[in-house]
């Protein structure tokens, strides 16, 4: 067996990337009033939508490193000669500590790495890299390859309310520059692993335009996977997919795909919360 991946729920990847490519999925959970909830598995998005709504507490929760722990030694038994774990931005959670506390324990080799981001920009990283592995790459270049794509990545998003980044103390830098005007429409871009203020719009429909445009000026130069991830908003999302295809055209890896946001996600962004993937082609070093 090659080098092995492992990410975590917050890739937000499509089964069949999973299936494919064999990659590993260790989830995050969400305590919503004492209740907690395992991402990818427990709410569907009209249930989240009403949590999101409904609940007094909201806080999210990395995996344990027993829950790593258990998936690393599964996969040594399976016959993983090494293992790389990507996982998300560690400014936003001790996953990647967690991953790492894991990998101390066991017999094989495990290389953790902090992608700086999330969503499908994480997970376009996570699947080059395990591509690089099915091609038979030593697991220090596998980590060069997730790293190198994760870097190159952008995360652009659009927010009805700052309440619950807020909320979850995510917000950083964004609370000084939106200040207290909360009739605006934030557009934020994770950057560093850090949530960072792009600009403030009036409207909806100007904020939708402007991530089109955002997007199309990102990564210039070059092929790019694209993902708008949605919360209970599909045909919105389809929507704006189709513009983004308009204006990518003849750069884009593939049309633009469509996936939700999970409830990690959206514990801290809230209900109408959009976000756009932009995942560039690289090779490590360019």
């Known amino acids: 067996m090659p080098v092995a991946l492992v990410t975590d729920s917050t890739a937000y990847l499509a089964t069949e990337f999973l299936e494919d490519l064999g ?14 909830y395992t991402e990818g598995l427990d709410l569907d998005d009209d249930e989240l939508v009403r949590l999101l709504r409904r ?50 324990a066991v017999d094989v080799p495990v290389t953790v790495v902090d992608s700086g981001t999330m969503g499908m920009t ?47 103390g995510r917000i950083g830098n964004a609370a000084a520059f939106f200040g207290s005007a909360l009739a605006v429409r934030p557009l934020l871009r994770l950057t560093d692993g850090r949530i960072q203020p792009v600009e403030k719009v009036r409207t909806t429909g100007r904020a939708l335009t402007r991530l089109v445009e955002l997007a199309g000026d990102a990564c210039p130069g070059r092929s790019v996977s694209v993902t708008v991830h949605h919360l209970a908003d599909e045909v919105g999302a389809h929507r704006l997919a ?32 959009i976000a756009v993937s932009l995942s560039p082609v690289v090779t490590p070093g360019s």
Do not use: N
Request: include cysteine; hydrophobic fraction near 50%.
């Open 23 to 36: 990659i590993a999925v260790v989830p995050l959970h969400v305590f919503a009033d004492e209740h907690e």
């Open 122 to 168: 994480l997970g376009h990283a996570v699947v080059a890299g395990a591509r690089a592995a099915a091609d038979g790459a030593a697991d220090a270049e596998v980590a060069e390859v997730v790293r190198a794509r994760a870097a190159a990545g952008d995360l652009l998003f659009y927010v009805h309310t700052l309440e619950f980044l807020r909320r979850g």
């Open 242 to 273: 189709a513009r983004l295809e308009e204006r990518l055209d003849g750069r884009l890896v593939a049309d633009v795909a469509v996936r939700p946001i999970g409830v990690v996600a959206a514990v801290h962004l809230g209900p109408g919360a």
């Open 55 to 104: 609940a007094k507490t909201l806080t999210s929760s990395r995996p344990s490193p027993q829950a790593f722990r258990t998936v690393y030694e599964r996969l040594a038994a399976e016959g993983a000669t090494g293992i790389v774990s990507a996982h998300l931005a560690e400014g936003l959670s001790g996953t990647c500590d967690a991953a790492r506390l894991a990998g101390e």
